[in-house]
């Protein structure tokens, strides 16, 4: 059997309903440990963004390792970070309106966790005046995604020190930089690190201190505590990866050498032979996100199989010539080629430790949290009772 299979078999699976997400914590942890070592083993210089961990049980293994700064895209991420006892939240997503206010909310209900957010704009800071709500400047790094340009940054840092808003940092997301080999992303990511000082030094020269810069997504995680211009410097320079925690095909890819493992598997079942060289499985796009493309997942231990393009529930593959054909009831383990939002398609996970089953446990951060949630929510629909027992 292959080597790599065997390690990730479960005991009975055949027992478990598919499709169902697999948690090995102990690859996990081991995820955890290289990362910290891509930052010299300082764990107050990764903030990790928890929209790939999602479940509070690996929030609180990353807690137990010393970390204690995240990134977030979600109020209910934002949430579960804060009751898992995080001490630095960044809200890394263009807040306004309602969400802005339950941002506000949540700051005051937990407050033990510094809570930030990203601005580009005036018009932006304007919802964060007279809270204790941290302001970082979201600079485009040419992902072309959100983010301001060079020459408006020293600006908007002005006003927002003069609005009496707290200003901490720069926030320099380039997740952009994601192909090609090892040294050409380096040496594009340096290119990049290099503006960002310049930003830095054109901010401190109108009076203002940086207190952090946040870079490096999972692509170009490796690169930044080599980057010179990061040495001895007034500012605390974090990384931000968040796919390393778990892992899929992609960062398997780009991160190769550095010893990850995958950390969250899809348990399929066999449930189809509709032709000679074909099975299908029920491992579809609501399992297996197909955001990334097609293949939207590896099957371990079976390079004979070729997944193909997923529908809703369904997930085709093609049987390489000559090769055994998994009979129906087959379990196979999968790898997602995005892992992200494949985790956000279940609700709960199974911890898997030395081939059993340890436990269940919620996907707290799946999805969003209820629209209309919050104190500052407004009352606008009416109950099924009310419409029965209203007069006419």
């Known amino acids: 059997m292959d080597a790599l299979l065997e390690s990730y078999l479960v005991k009975d699976a055949r027992q478990i309903v598919t499709p169902a997400l697999l948690i090995y914590p102990k690859n996990v942890e081991q995820n955890i440990r290289i990362t910290l070592g891509m930052v010299g083993s300082d764990p107050q210089r990764w903030r990790p963004h928890i ?148 930003i830095v030094k054109a901010v401190e020269a109108v009076g203002c201190i940086v207190g952090e810069v946040i870079t490096s997504g999972t692509p170009v995680a490796p690169y930044a505590h080599s980057y010179s211009g990061f040495q001895n410097v007034n500012f605390v320079q974090r990384i931000s990866p968040g796919t390393v925690v778990y892992n899929d095909t992609t960062s398997l890819k780009q991160l190769a050498g550095f010893g990850y493992q ?31 493309g097609v293949p939207t997942c590896m099957v371990i231990g079976h390079p004979e199989l070729t997944p193909l393009k997923p529908s809703e529930e369904h997930l085709p593959m093609e049987v390489a010539a000559g090769s055994a054909i998994p009979a129906i009831g087959d379990n196979l383990y999968l790898i997602p080629r995005h892992v992200c939002p494949s985790v956000n398609n279940f609700d709960e996970a199974l911890m898997i430790v030395d081939g059993r089953v ?14 209309v949630l919050g104190a500052g929510a407004v009352r606008f629909w009416e109950t099924d009772a009310q419409l029965r027992t209203a007069k006419p």
């Open 51 to 198: 929209k790939t961990a999602k479940l509070g049980a690996v929030m609180r293994q990353m807690i137990g390792q010393g970390i204690q700064n995240f990134k977030c895209a979600t109020t209910l991420e934002l949430l579960t970070a804060c009751q898992m006892g995080a001490e630095d939240v960044l809200v890394a997503f263009a807040m306004t309106g309602a969400n802005a206010r339950r941002v506000v909310e949540l700051a005051k209900q937990f407050p033990k966790t510094k809570v930030s957010v990203l601005v580009e704009s005036a018009e932006q800071l304007a919802a964060w005046r007279d809270t204790a709500i941290g302001i970082f400047v979201d600079v485009n790094p040419g992902m072309n995604r959100t983010g301001v340009a060079n020459d408006r940054i020293p600006e908007i840092v002005k006003i927002c020190q003069a609005s009496g808003a707290a200003f901490r940092g720069l926030h320099w997301y380039d997740g952009h930089i994601s192909s090609g080999e090892p040294d050409e992303r380096k040496a594009v990511a340096y290119k990049g690190y290099d503006r960002l000082m310049e």
């Open 358 to 371: 340890t436990g269940v446990e919620k996907v707290h951060a799946r999805g969003h949290e209820n629209p």
């Open 262 to 292: 995958p950390a969250a598997v899809i348990l399929a079942t066999v449930i189809s032979h509709p032709a000679a060289d074909r099975i299908t499985c029920d491992a579809g796009h609501k399992s297996v996100s197909a955001d990334a």
